[in-house]
């Protein structure tokens, strides 16, 4: 599910073009989305395992800031199909991570399409684990409408279908340090991944190619949740014990959440987009986001991080006030 919690993408209009990109050895994968939660993750998987990598960063300062820690970036976005064209340039693998915007999905198309005309032979890309083309939830329409995109792009490519992150409850760690969890979304469930279960198996599939997918139907996609759904609240009896103090769900009817979103600076079409994604698929069930698989325990030979282990980790943002 993985729903954004943050203001989408201001990439402009008209981009500069990228700075020209160095042939790049055998083997390397450009990173896009490096900036993100799940990017910034991978990054770091990939330099550990010592995995050749290029980043894509729409700054000129993120771009030195990678520099200067040693990595490989190039300067462009996903509004310059030529600049990416160039950035992919010796590139074997794509890693295709677009942030939420109500362009993702020419976004995501262009990308795969300057992965073909770059000669890229394999694309992994991140999903939503309610990927519907009839949603009425913009990034989870997109995200499905471009991973049918890739299948018919002649790529071998293996699709993330990741659950609602957990990253996204700092979200409201200011309320969940006085004791209340807000939410639309009664006492429906969902299922949660930590990005850093994303980005590990992320860098399985892009170093390991026995399980990477194939091209057409023999593509693969993956599901990315832990090993049971969780409702609102039941994730607010999770902070309790974790945390050491109460925390209780507090409903929130959904014109009040969307007024509330409004209010904090949230766009039109991405407030309506999140009072369909906690009302229609947590709260009622639908597009499959109750859905847990045990990819993460196959792929990583380990269980997938959970909600506690995420608050643990998380103790001083989330900690009583």
Same mark, same amino acid.
């Given at each position: 599910m993985s729903a954004p919690t943050t203001?989408?993408?201001t990439t402009p209009a008209t981009a500069p073009a990228a700075t020209p990109a160095p042939a790049a050895p055998p083997g390397r994968v450009l990173v896009t989305g490096a900036t993100g939660d799940v990017g910034t993750a991978l990054v770091d998987e990939l330099t550990r395992l010592g995995t050749p990598f *290029?980043?894509?960063?729409? /700054?000129p300062g993120q771009? *030195?800031?990678?520099?200067? /820690?040693?990595?490989?970036a190039v300067e462009g976005s996903f509004e310059d199909p030529a600049g990416l064209r160039e950035a992919l340039r010796g590139c074997e693998q794509l890693f295709l991570n677009t942030p939420p915007s109500p362009?993702?999905?020419r976004?995501?198309?262009?990308?795969?399409?300057?992965a073909v005309a770059a000669g890229v032979r394999h694309v992994v890309k991140v999903s939503a684990s309610d990927a519907n083309p009839r949603s009425a939830i913009p990034w989870a329409r997109d995200h499905a409408l471009a991973d049918e995109h890739l299948r018919r792009s002649g790529l071998a490519h293996t699709v993330l279908r990741a659950g609602a992150f957990t990253k996204n409850l700092l979200v409201e760690a200011a309320a969940v340090r006085r004791g209340w969890l807000p939410q639309t979304s009664g006492h429906g469930a969902t299922a949660w991944v930590d990005v850093a279960d994303v980005a590990a198996v992320a860098a399985r599939v892009l170093t390991d190619p026995a399980v990477r997918g194939g091209t057409g139907e023999d593509g693969r996609t993956y599901l990315l949740t832990g090993d049971r759904p969780l409702s609102y609240?039941?994730?607010a009896e999770v902070l309790t014990q974790v945390l050491g103090h109460r925390v209780r769900y507090l409903h929130v009817p959904a014109p009040l959440?969307?007024?509330?979103?409004?209010?904090?600076?949230v766009p039109a079409w991405q407030a309506r987009g999140l009072v369909h994604q906690f009302v229609d698929v947590v709260r009622r069930g639908h597009d499959g986001g109750r859905r847990c698989s045990d990819d993460v325990l196959d792929l990583l030979g380990r269980p997938a991080r959970t909600v506690a282990d995420f608050a643990r980790e998380h103790r001083a943002e989330l900690g009583a006030a």
């Open positions: 203001r989408p993408d *290029r980043v894509l960063a729409r /700054r771009v *030195r800031g990678f520099t200067e /820690r040693g990595v490989d362009h993702q999905f976004w995501n198309r262009d990308a795969v399409d300057a609240p039941e994730v959440f969307h007024g509330v979103l409004r209010a904090s600076g």
